[in-house]
Each structure stands twice: as structure tokens, then as C-alpha cells.
């Protein structure tokens, strides 16, 4: 038992240190060593000119490079077997390299961290879109970059791999989606030029990536993106009430984390990710020995959305309040769409109209019918048209009947 605690402890934290994949490799068995220290095998490791590699399972990952070269073309094989990636520190530091070259198989990219002079990533095509990770740090400082072509395959830019590159301007996205956040790019001109578009949010493709305004009681997210990225309002006070529509399929690591003013999320989306500590509200706080910000994965408020949901498992595993939402249309919860519900939605907007009442982010999820960002009469006229709709046999849903009538 005490040996199995062992290797527990000693690969998990193999595992929070970011590894590339295969880079925990575990040799043997508790049941055929003596001792801790001979249950891990040391990985083969094998020097070829100007590179040392490090195995791990089938494929080898470049463990550290040595050479002066300033154009680097990394091998795509080694003893007849793929080159995979780049162990953390691989290329830290040299000042030598401007340019790098990957083989076809190098879907793991990390170890460029200070190389000052580097100036060109040739990055392959790959033949799937959820192949290549672009590691935590792995080109941070690389102050010469000036220019990135993510390619085809790129799966995810993690946090900070692009962080301080400061002359960086222009980033280049596959068609596809690629998973990113305002930290894979902070402290680049590149990120900074996207606030020029003068808007509330700052996003690229479908990613949001935070928000220019500080201060929103009611923040209804935008109908323009799928992905909330990773620490996107973090830390950000004076938010209360969020609206994450439909439209969003993934809400990213930390996203909401220590707003200590947030009180209700509702999630449209039934099937959205929700990644680990994106939704807090405890205040972050500062470690003095170790000069870093711990930040909360306390949250006392509410989580709303549908029955069944991914939000409502949320509430569960947190152990914070769930509140059920209502389908569009059904404003008052009762299982249909009726004129009662254009009722209560006229209602609604009569007391907006005269600033007796404010809609919150429950009720645009519920009442906002078309989508426009405000409960109003054409609102409460479309949920109408439907009743009678349905009363003559109608058999379309909600949304399928608005489609159909644009």
C-alpha cells in the first residue's frame, strides 16, 4: 500500500508539471521490485549530433539541444522511430537559433523559452485537427518573433506560450477551432491590437477572450463566439448576474474564477464544458513568501440552467445552489407556450419601459425570444404567433418556427 502511495504522488505530480504525453513513463510493477527507487527505470536516453533525445514509450522527445546552428531542422526520426516533441527546457535560452523546423509527427512543442533571437516557426500540416499542443511557456520571452502561422492540426496553445513575446504582431489561426486564451498571448502587440474593435468584448474566431468594461450588474456574454477562454474574466469584480447563451460550448479553465462579486451564472447550453474552477467567487489572495496570487475555487452563489444539464451537475459536484431555467418562450415555467407567457412578456417590458423593473440574465434567457439582447413587444408578439401556430396542429419548436419566419 505505502508503495502504491508512492507512485500515486509521484505521478501526479509528473502530470501537473505539464508533461508531454508519454512523458511519464512508468517501468515494472509493485509486485516485482524490492524498493521505491528501483519500481522507475530510467528512460533511454541517446545523443545524435547535436541533440539528446529522451524515450518514452514508442517515440523520443528532443531532451536537450546543444548546437550553435541558427537555422534548426529537428529530425523526424530517430533509430527508425518518430521524434514526438520537446521535453520543457530543450532549447531554453539559446541565443544562436532564428529559425526552427519541426518533422511531420512533432505534435508536442515546448522548450523555447528565451531564445531571443528566434524569428521563424516552419510548423508541418498535420492531417487531423486535433493534433499539435503548444505547451505552457513553451516560446515565452522569444522577444524576436515577430510573426506565428498556426497550422492545420493545431489543437491547443496552452497559457503563456506565447507570453512576453513582445515584438509579436500577426498570429495566423488554422479554420478550425483551436483552443486559446488571453494568457497564451499576453504581453504581445498581438493581443493588444485586438481591442481596436471598440466593443465591450475582446474575442478572436470564437474565442472570447475577456472584457474591456469592469463594471456590469447584468453581463450577457456574446452570441458571436463558442468558447469562453481560459482566466477570461478572472479576478474581475463588479460583475453579478451572467448570461451565457446558447452558442457557447465550452466554458474554459478559470474563466469566472474569484469574481467576488458574482452571484448567478445561467448556462443556456445543456451539453456545455465547464472546465475546472471556472465559476468562483471567493476573493483571490496574495502569498507574500512565494510572491504569487492564489486564487479562490469557493463559490457561494447560484448556478441556473436546464434540468439535466452540465450546469446542474456543476451546482452538484460544488455543492452550490442550482435554480432551473425555463425554456425559451415558457416564461412561466408551467410546460407550455401560450398566451399566458406573451402575457407575463408584455408585462415584462411595460415595467422596463418605465424603469420599474430591470431584466435580469434569467429572464432574457427565458423571454428574449429573437435573440436580440432585450425583452420587448415583438417578443411577447412572436411568443403569440406561436401559441396560435400550435393551436392549429403546429409541430415545429420555437426556434425552428422563428427560423421559419425570417
Known amino acids: 500500500m505505502k508503495k502504491m502511495r508512492v507512485f500515486t504522488a509521484i505521478l501526479a505530480a509528473a502530470v501537473s508539471a505539464g508533461t508531454c504525453a508519454g512523458a511519464v513513463h512508468v517501468s515494472g510493477t509493485a509486485a516485482d521490485t524490492g524498493s521505491t527507487e528501483s519500481f522507475f527505470a530510467d528512460p533511454e536516453q541517446l545523443t545524435e549530433g547535436d541533440f539528446t533525445y529522451v524515450r518514452h514509450d514508442r517515440f523520443w522527445y528532443v531532451l536537450k539541444y546543444n548546437g550553435t546552428e541558427k537555422n534548426v531542422v ?5 533509430n527508425g522511430e518518430s521524434v514526438r516533441g520537446a521535453e520543457s527546457c530543450a532549447f531554453e535560452g539559446n541565443e544562436f537559433i532564428e529559425s526552427v523546423t519541426f518533422p511531420k509527427e512533432f505534435d508536442c512543442v ?7 533571437n528566434l524569428r521563424e516557426l516552419n510548423f508541418p500540416k498535420y492531417d487531423v485537427p486535433d493534433r499539435m ?3 505552457n ?3 515565452q520571452g522569444c522577444t524576436s518573433l515577430e510573426r506565428v502561422d498556426l497550422p492545420y492540426g493545431t489543437y491547443n496553445v496552452e497559457d503563456y506560450a506565447f507570453m512576453d513575446c513582445t515584438a509579436l504582431k500577426e498570429v495566423n489561426f488554422p479554420e478550425h ?19 481596436s474593435n471598440g466593443g465591450p468584448f475582446v474575442s478572436y474566431k470564437d474565442t472570447l477572450l475577456y472584457s474591456n468594461y469592469f463594471s456590469q450588474w447584468i453581463m450577457v456574454l456574446p452570441n458571436d463566439v463558442s468558447s469562453v477562454g481560459n482566466a477570461a474574466f478572472r479576478a474581475q469584480s463588479r460583475i453579478h448576474d451572467v448570461l451565457v447563451p446558447g452558442n457557447i460550448k465550452r466554458i474554459g479553465l478559470e474563466a469566472f474564477n474569484s469574481c467576488s462579486d458574482l452571484e448567478r451564472v445561467v448556462i443556456v447550453n445543456p451539453k456545455c464544458e465547464i472546465y475546472g474552477g471556472s465559476i468562483t467567487n471567493g476573493s483571490p489572495e496574495v502569498d507574500e513568501n512565494n510572491d504569487r496570487v492564489i486564487y479562490s475555487f469557493v ?4 448556478i441556473c440552467g436546464y434540468k439535466g444539464s452540465t450546469a446542474e451537475k456543476l451546482a452538484e459536484n460544488t455543492g452550490c445552489n442550482f435554480e432551473v431555467l425555463n425554456p425559451l418562450g415558457d416564461s412561466n415555467g408551467d410546460g407550455r407556450i401560450d398566451s399566458v407567457d406573451a402575457s407575463q412578456i408584455m408585462d415584462l417590458y411595460s415595467r422596463i419601459s ?10 432574457i434567457a427565458e423571454q428574449d425570444v429573437n435573440g436580440d439582447g432585450r425583452i420587448d413587444s415583438v417578443d411577447a408578439s412572436t411568443v403569440l404567433s406561436y401559441y396560435t401556430y400550435l393551436a392549429a396542429n403546429g409541430e415545429m419548436s420555437l426556434k425552428e418556427f422563428i427560423a421559419a419566419e425570417k
Open 74 to 78: 529537428i529530425p523526424e526520426r530517430v
Open 110 to 116: 515546448s522548450g523555447f523559452r528565451d531564445c531571443v
Open 133 to 135: 499542443i503548444i505547451r
Open 137 to 139: 511557456d513553451a516560446f
Open 177 to 195: 477551432s483551436v483552443k486559446f486564451s488571453k494568457l497564451s498571448f499576453k504581453g504581445t502587440e498581438w493581443l493588444k491590437s485586438l481591442e
Open 299 to 302: 463559490y457561494t452563489g447560484t
Open 354 to 363: 418605465t424603469m420599474s423593473a430591470i431584466a435580469d440574465a434569467k429572464d
